[in-house]
């Protein structure tokens, strides 16, 4: 029999611990094989309610006589948020962090007191007209949090319908890319060479020439490059003190050209014996924790210096990406380089510095197949005759 079933007088009963109390309830079916499946089912649903807290005695055994013992309240957004997030230790350290800012400055204060299966999509959409948004972007990753929630709450039975399925994302309008151009990176390399470690120099050409993302770079280690194919196996990445999966979960082998493997093979020297990580503060010779001091020690200030249109660090990955497709590669090439799904996304991103066509000799190559000898002519017979 399957844990906390039994049979007792040719019916299906269960038990389980509530309130510190062995409760034995029998269930209005036959005993079929059917049935006890349902009844462990039922069983494993009543047990997570009570681990969540939201159980309540009545909704499953209204006759029982123990519903008179159950003294508990509604159960509010916020009681349910709170336990919702303790139980996903699944979820990355990173993500956490934000869902929680998001729970506890926003959702807690506009929601947190209302019965759980009370909220309406009025009640949503009120809570987000009512704020000043810093971006959409951030408006919808604190909907992401709502949704997550109350699909759980609709999961657990606790609510009949997810009140923010129908809440729509804002629409979102990401940043131009402002990449540096050839000219502008060999004197931000040579500036860094004036002033810096030789560790800062090699941080930003590989940077620069490899299209890494940041937290891709600080989490690259020696035993991921390989000089034999010149490539580098991008593998995981590095946020918030974890390592974690890359962004979009995939592996992901980029080629290494000549700027990058020379920037890897004069970081060799510095970092490859203690084997680990590739790149390390200078300062501390320890790994990289986030991109904060790249950019505040040595990236803006180079750009001040030389006074280049300040921009933030992620910038060299841009730069890599224009480049590529600048001298004329493969946009799937480049997807793949810089670990994009789709391709799509590449050419939305990058359309800018797409090679322009040169309509005429486009038209020309098409007209060169089709008087090709190669083809073979097509016979067409007179219908008439």
């Known amino acids: ?126 809570a987000l007209s009512g704020k000043t948004w810093k971006s959409s972007k951030t408006r919808n990753n604190y909907l992401i949090l709502l949704r997550r929630v109350l699909d759980a709450a609709f999961v657990d039975g606790i609510i009949s319908r997810n009140p923010a399925d129908r809440v729509r994302n804002a629409k979102v309008q990401h940043p131009e890319p402002d990449p540096l151009l050839l000219q502008e990176v060999e004197i931000v390399l040579a500036k860094m060479h004036e002033r810096y470690h030789e560790h800062v120099i090699n941080y930003f050409e590989f940077a620069i020439f490899s299209g890494l993302r940041t937290s891709e770079l600080i989490a690259l280690e020696w035993g991921d490059v390989d000089f034999r194919r010149n490539q580098v196996c991008v593998r995981k990445a590095f946020v918030e003190g974890e390592v ?102 590449t050419l939305e991103r990058y359309a800018r510095w797409l090679p322009r066509a040169d309509n005429g000799a486009e038209i020309a190559k098409f007209e060169a197949c089709l008087s090709s000898e190669n083809v073979p002519k097509v016979s067409r017979k007179n219908k008439a005759g």
């Open 244 to 345: 974690k999966n890359t962004k979009t979960n995939r592996i992901r082998h980029v080629d290494l050209n000549s700027r990058a493997k020379a920037a890897l093979m004069r970081q060799k020297h510095l970092t490859f014996l203690a084997g680990g990580h590739v790149f390390l503060n200078p300062v501390t010779n320890a790994p990289w924790a986030d991109d904060y001091r790249q950019r505040i020690n040595y990236w803006h200030p180079t750009l001040k210096a030389l006074g280049l249109r300040a921009r933030d660090a992620y910038q060299t990955r841009h730069t890599y990406a224009t480049l590529l497709l600048m001298s004329g590669a493969n946009p799937a090439y480049v997807a793949q380089q810089l670990g994009h799904t789709t391709m799509k996304i």
């Open 1 to 126: 029999m399957p844990k906390g079933i039994e049979i007792r007088d040719g019916k299906i009963r269960i038990w389980f611990m509530w309130n510190g109390m062995r409760c034995r309830e029998v269930l209005p079916v036959a005993h079929t094989p059917a049935n006890l499946r349902y009844a462990e089912r039922l069983r494993s649903e009543i047990i997570i309610k009570i681990r969540l807290g939201v159980f309540r005695y009545a909704e499953y055994f209204p006759n029982s006589p123990r519903c008179s013992a159950d003294k508990s309240t509604p159960i509010t957004f916020g009681e349910y948020a709170q336990r919702y997030l303790k139980l996903r230790t699944d979820l990355a350290r990173s993500t956490l962090k934000s869902y929680r800012a998001a729970l506890n400055s926003f959702w807690l204060p506009a929601l947190g007191k209302m019965v759980l299966n009370e909220i309406v999509f009025s009640d949503v959409s009120s």
